[in-house]
């Protein structure tokens, strides 16, 4: 019976240490968004700033982390230029949007329609810590 229990015990730990082994842990160096839309108001729409919600940023005193990172529109294309499909559009987060931790962001060339309801990703660099 003890000689029963003390290998189930060691298969329980071989099995651990080799779990324990092989999984890997993702760093991820930017943070998942969501693309709202333009700035706009009730007739007007701003087309050279956008409105993302950044993922686990609450409230406005959470966004002030977030000014001057850089976000990356990630998106795929019929054509393959350079050996990939993939293409980037790349911006910068300008200030927060209301209280509810939606920021305003700027890019190098606006962002098209199309973009509206897709995900954008928030490089955390340059880094001001």
């Known amino acids: ?11 329980s730990l071989f099995l651990f240490f080799l779990l324990l082994k092989t999984t890997k842990t993702v760093n991820r160096l930017y943070v998942r968004g969501v693309i709202l839309g333009y700035k706009r108001a009730r007739t007007n729409q701003y087309e050279n700033t956008s409105l993302i919600k950044l993922e686990n940023v609450p409230d406005k005193s959470s966004t002030s982390f977030y000014l001057g990172k850089k976000l990356c529109y990630v998106y795929k294309a019929h054509t393959k230029k350079q050996g990939t499909v993939y293409r980037t559009m790349w911006g910068k987060v300008t200030r927060a949007h209301g209280t509810s931790g ?22 955390l660099y340059p880094s001001n810590i």
């Open 1 to 11: 019976m003890l000689l029963l229990c003390l290998l189930l015990v060691l298969t």
């Open 102 to 123: 939606v920021v305003r962001a700027q890019f190098k060339h606006n962002l098209p329609p199309t973009s509206i309801g897709g995900k954008i990703r928030c490089m």
